[in-house]
Every structure is written in structure tokens, then in C-alpha cells.
């Protein structure tokens, strides 16, 4: 079944700094990748998504790049605000069901 | 829309009790999915149902836990003679299912079941 990982655990960065998540899968057949954000004590909302016949997606201060060859995906977010500070999962998903990544812990300090 | 709704927010159970978490998915969604989040960990995987059907069950444990979508009403997950390790917060999403699982899934507010 499909497999992935994700890193770092945690990340912390400054007001105004890049982020970037990294991901990693291993099923070849998994074709839809999306990124979801999870504030304390709520649900996972979905924030960007892409799909195996596209290489980057960007959405204002967001972006996910694929590379389908290596099988990793990567979330990027720019110009961070301390409201972006949450914890991120990456997910892959074939035909049947959503596979996650352990999160990432991204706090952003004023 | 209203969303995936989830009820009851909060559950507590004694040990040995039994749970009943129910999802109603978001309107024309028939793919419904659990998810288990213990604290300060990612979500693990449980079940995939469509309707009156159980696609995949690969992450539900053999024994006291079980899940159905009927026909009619929510998606129901059982979990009977709850142990203090069940307690967690158990997620659905639900999506429109299409080409497999490839459309967005949403999630909703989750219930948090304590066991005591």
C-alpha cells in the first residue's frame, strides 16, 4: 500500500521567511496530491491540491510542486504570517483512499 | 451546503461501554472516509465507504470496531467495549468519489471520544 513521509516534524521561521514541506510516496500509481492545514482543536482544511499531469500549482502565497520521477511533492509558502502557524499534512491518494504524511509543526514568531 | 457533519462533538464512555460516531457526508457526496488523530499525532486511516458498501477496511483494527453507510441516513462507526485506548478524535471527510478517490475530500468537525 501506499507509504508517505513527510519532514520535517517541525519548522519554525520569522515573520516574512519562506517555508517549505517536503514529501515523499510510494506508490507510482497515486495521481492527486493535497496539502491540508490544521489549526488546535479543528478539522483539516483542505489549502491547495495537485494532480500527476501537473509539475507546480500556485495559489497567492502558497505553491506545491510534483515530481513524479523522485515521487515527492513539496508544499511552499512565502511571506509567512503568524496565522500560517498550524500543522500541515501532506496526503497521496490513488483509487481508493487518502494516505498521510505524520504533519509538520510550523510556527511562525513575529 | 452545510458540510460533513459530524456528531456528537464530544463523547465520553466508560470502559466497556459502547461509541457510536456518526457523518452525515457533505451534500452529493457518496465517498466517506474515518480517520483516528491521537493527540499531538497525523491521522491514520480507517475505513472507505461508499454506500451499502465497505471499499476498503485495511485500518480498522479485527476486533470492536466496525463502520457501515446505509442506504439512507449518516455513515455510523462502532466501536463496542471501548478501552481508555480508543480515546482520540475520530475525523470524516467525505467526496464525490469520481475517478476513484481523486476529488477533494472534506473533512468535518470530528468527534472526540474519551474513554474513562
Known amino acids: 500500500g501506499e507509504n508517505v513521509e513527510q519532514h520535517p516534524s517541525t519548522l519554525s521561521v520569522q515573520e516574512g521567511d519562506s517555508a517549505v514541506i517536503k514529501c515523499t510516496y510510494s506508490d507510482s500509481a497515486s495521481n492527486y496530491f493535497p496539502w491540508y492545514k490544521q489549526e488546535l482543536g479543528k478539522r483539516p482544511q483542505l489549502i491547495i491540491d495537485?494532480?500527476?499531469?501537473?509539475g507546480e500549482k500556485k495559489d497567492q502565497r502558497i505553491a506545491v510542486t510534483l515530481n513524479k520521477t523522485a515521487k515527492h511533492f513539496s508544499l511552499h509558502i512565502t511571506e509567512t504570517q503568524p496565522e500560517d502557524s498550524a500543522v500541515y499534512f501532506c496526503a497521496a491518494s490513488g483509487f481508493q483512499k487518502l494516505v498521510f504524511g505524520t504533519g509538520t509543526r510550523l510556527l511562525v514568531s513575529p | 451546503n452545510a458540510g460533513v457533519m459530524q456528531n456528537p462533538r464530544h463523547l465520553v464512555r466508560r470502559r466497556g461501554q459502547e461509541a457510536r460516531l456518526r457523518c452525515s457526508p457533505m451534500k452529493g457526496h457518496s465517498h466517506v472516509y474515518w480517520y483516528r488523530q491521537l493527540p499531538e499525532e497525523g491521522l491514520k486511516f480507517m475505513v472507505y465507504?461508499?454506500?451499502?458498501?465497505?471499499?476498503?477496511e485495511s485500518g480498522m483494527p479485527k476486533e470492536r470496531f466496525s463502520a457501515e453507510f446505509p442506504k439512507e441516513g449518516p455513515s455510523i462507526l462502532r466501536i463496542q467495549q471501548v478501552v481508555r485506548g480508543d480515546s482520540a478524535a475520530y475525523f470524516c471527510?467525505?467526496?464525490?468519489?469520481?475517478?476513484?478517490?481523486?476529488?477533494?475530500?472534506?473533512f468535518g468537525q470530528g468527534t472526540r471520544l474519551t474513554v474513562v
Open positions: 465507504l461508499q454506500k451499502e458498501n465497505i471499499i476498503d
Open positions: 495537485i494532480r500527476s499531469n501537473v
Open positions: 471527510a467525505s467526496s464525490s468519489g469520481g475517478n476513484g478517490a481523486n476529488t477533494e475530500a472534506f
